[in-house]
């Protein structure tokens, strides 16, 4: 049978308060330590997502202020609101100018007929069936006679064919069929007191962009009459179709100058000014330097480097006056960030940025008692005054050429601040097909009407040309059109420019570069278009240098490699040899985002310094399990030693007693009997 024990009923100790105060005893100290290590750990953790917050918002603030045209840009202001709107890019130049608007764009839009349901067949049979097919340009049509006398094709709209069949010859089915095949006009049901009519309606507005319909019926249909498919078409000889809207450009007088416009848009027909018209009426336009923008750069960077600058200071600051250290001070990663803005924001950048090249230039300074920025209105003033883009160059990353032809694209962010002479030895051209000699051509269905052709490595589907007689220049039209509406091109954003050239046809890439060629023309029109024995020539990309050293070309394109890697220019044209200077610069602004990004990388200093102090907070996790287990076998030790002495001072009492007892029984001891 098992014996029960309970420590302290032997010797009538009180083991268990004895064990609890020795191992409390032991294991304070230790764990006093554990408690003050991860306090100051949690306290640096908690400071390094405080500095982390705050460089996240200084990045945003700072980040707006490294595009260079956003600084410059102008101030914009209309007199008439209701007749048009305005922007304006850095190029705008200052100045006021009178607007007339007299006529607004307007798109071409063609209802048909009603219809008594917009889900049945519009006809039954080959009428039925067929295709439509949508071509752009511009319509000579008197709506009051009905009288359609020409159309000229738009080269640059893409001809598209739409099949309709018997699963979609109603309006709805229609209506469908072209809305997906992406035209460039929306097909809409319009439910009237006569019944239902199918409207289409071209999305882009201007004269050259009305709608030419042609309906092609099944073999026993009449393309020509107002019935089935051909109650749809809308062409010489076939105007079945209602003009609800004729297509018209917008007419714009602009300081007494006539301007014509396809869109009520119009883009930089003042250099750098949109204007997006409204109505017909009169209004003044303005344009003027906006020098306040420059002026809150200015602000919004002091106020940003200030924010930082205090967080990073506040954190690893020491009040001897309170001896009390702050959670990062002497820290080496705080150390370092301050060191570094200080050094940037010091520093002064290269010849290439301009005549001002420090920010105590543009009249920013730094308080020699606080190391906080502060600004000198009167010098930022005078700066604004002789050369309002100079603070643009003094912040943002900025590229500029000396020659007109050569356009600055961006720069990669190893990029070495610099000027860069540019030479060019060779220009980037286009591929291209020339045929050979034709007259007129006279295209027949079904005889000589289809052509296939490759461009920029994509070969299209079978393109059908419009049956008819063509002189070059419609010749040239009529193919551009058909070409650029194939499928297979589109969806590989691939386009072709055709032009006439005396008596051949030429067919060029609109792309530049090596992987720029027309090649492989295959189909019944081949010969008659004087492209079977065409002569393919594939296009070449740019050559040149950039700081002397061997440029990248890729089309137009030339990036720079040595210092100069990742500046990227265009060049457009002109001729070979020296093209001037490539001045480029990163300013005070992003340089300062440069340091911030780091610190905010995934292998940057922040991470890496919050990953070790989580590391070692967790580390002082697993020295707490570890005080436990050693605070369990301490506790265990203590019982088994007091166990024993419990036992023994048990025996040594139980002895006590028992002689206290014997000595009591003898005579004269204890009142015991007398001899």
Do not use: C
């Not at 752009?136 to 893409?158: E, I, V």
């Not at 052709?453 to 589907?461: A, E, H, N, R, Y």
């Not at 650029?484 to 691939?494: P, S």
């Amino acid at each position: 049978m098992p014996t029960i024990t309970s420590s302290g009923i032997g010797s009538g100790l009180d083991v268990e308060s004895l064990v609890a105060r020795l191992v409390a005893a032991e294991r304070q100290p230790l764990q006093t330590r554990l408690d003050v290590r991860e306090a100051r750990l949690q306290a640096q953790l908690s400071a390094i997502g405080s500095i982390k917050g705050a460089l996240s918002a200084f990045q945003a603030a700072v980040g707006k202020l490294t595009n260079a045209d956003s600084l410059r840009l102008p101030k914009v202001s209309v007199g008439t609101s209701a007749v048009l709107s305005a922007s304006a890019t850095a190029e705008a130049v200052a100045g006021k100018h009178s607007i007339d608007v007299t006529r607004l764009a307007t798109a071409h839009s063609l209802a048909s007929t009603a219809f008594a349901s917009k889900t049945a067949p519009i006809a039954s049979g080959d009428a039925g069936v067929g295709t439509l097919t949508f071509r752009f340009g511009t319509t000579t049509y008197d709506a009051g006679t009905d009288t359609y006398s020409g159309f000229q094709l738009n080269a640059d709209r893409p001809v598209k064919t739409v099949a309709i069949g018997a699963a979609n010859n109603s309006l709805e089915g229609i209506r469908d069929a072209v809305n997906a095949a992406g035209i460039g006009l929306q097909a809409s049901i319009v439910q009237d007191a006569s019944g239902y009519r199918l409207v289409f309606a071209a999305t882009d507005t201007g004269a050259a962009n009305s709608l030419e319909i042609t309906a092609s019926e099944g073999p026993t249909g009449d393309g020509d009459d107002a019935a089935g498919l051909s109650a749809l078409s809308f062409r010489a000889g076939a105007t079945h179709l209602e003009q609800a809207r004729a297509a018209q450009n917008a007419a714009v007088s602009i300081n007494g100058l006539e301007v014509s416009s396809a869109s009520n848009t119009l883009v930089n027909t003042l250099e750098g000014v949109t204007l997006n018209l409204s109505a017909t009426g009169s209004s003044t336009l303005e344009i003027a330097p906006d020098r306040g923008a420059a002026g809150k750069a200015v602000d919004d960077f002091i106020a940003a480097y200030n924010q930082i600058f205090d967080t990073l200071r506040g954190l690893s600051r020491y009040d001897p006056e309170t001896r009390q250290a702050a959670p990062l001070t002497g820290d080496a990663l705080v150390r370092g960030t301050l060191g570094r803005l200080r050094g940037i924001t010091a520093a002064a950048l290269g010849p290439e940025a301009g005549d001002y090249r420090a920010l105590a230039d543009i009249g920013i300074k730094t308080n020699p008692q606080t190391g906080r920025l502060e600004k000198d209105a009167k010098r930022l003033q005078a700066v604004l005054d002789a050369d309002p883009e100079a603070i643009g160059r003094v912040f943002a990353v900025t590229g500029q050429t000396t020659d007109n032809l050569v356009r600055y694209v961006q720069a990669g962010t190893v990029a070495k601040a610099g000027s860069y002479g540019l030479e060019v030895t060779r220009l980037a051209s286009q591929g291209q097909m020339v045929g050979t000699a034709i007259g007129s051509v006279t295209i027949a269905a079904g005889i000589n009407d289809s052509l296939g052709i490759t461009v920029d490595g994509t070969t299209t589907g079978t393109i059908t040309l419009t049956p008819g007689t063509y002189s070059g220049a419609a010749l040239a039209a009529e193919l551009q059109a058909r070409i650029n509406g194939d499928t297979a091109l589109q969806k590989a954003g691939i386009a072709i420019a055709v032009t006439f050239d005396t008596d051949h046809l030429v067919l060029g890439s609109q792309r530049y570069g090596s992987n720029s060629r027309v090649s492989a023309a295959t189909g019944s029109a081949v010969a008659d278009l004087g492209l079977a024995t065409a002569v393919s020539t594939a296009g070449e990309d740019v050559a040149g240098t950039l700081g002397g050293q061997a440029a990248l070309g890729s089309g137009q394109r030339l990036t720079g490699t040595g210092a100069a890697e990742g500046i990227e220019v265009d060049i457009l044209g002109g001729a070979l040899g020296a093209r001037g200077v490539v001045n480029f610069s990163r300013g005070f602004a992003t340089q300062v985002k440069s340091l911030v990004d780091e610190l905010l990388g995934r292998s940057g200093g922040i991470g890496a310094r919050t990953t070790g102090i989580q590391a070692r907070i967790d580390a002082i996790g697993d020295q707490r399990e570890r005080l436990v287990a050693r605070m369990a076998e301490v506790e265990r030790r203590y019982r088994e030693q007091f166990t024993v002495l419990d036992g023994l001072v048990g025996r040594l009492q139980a002895t006590t007693s028992f002689l206290a007892q014997q000595l009591a029984s003898l005579p004269g001891v204890g009142g015991g009997p007398q001899k």
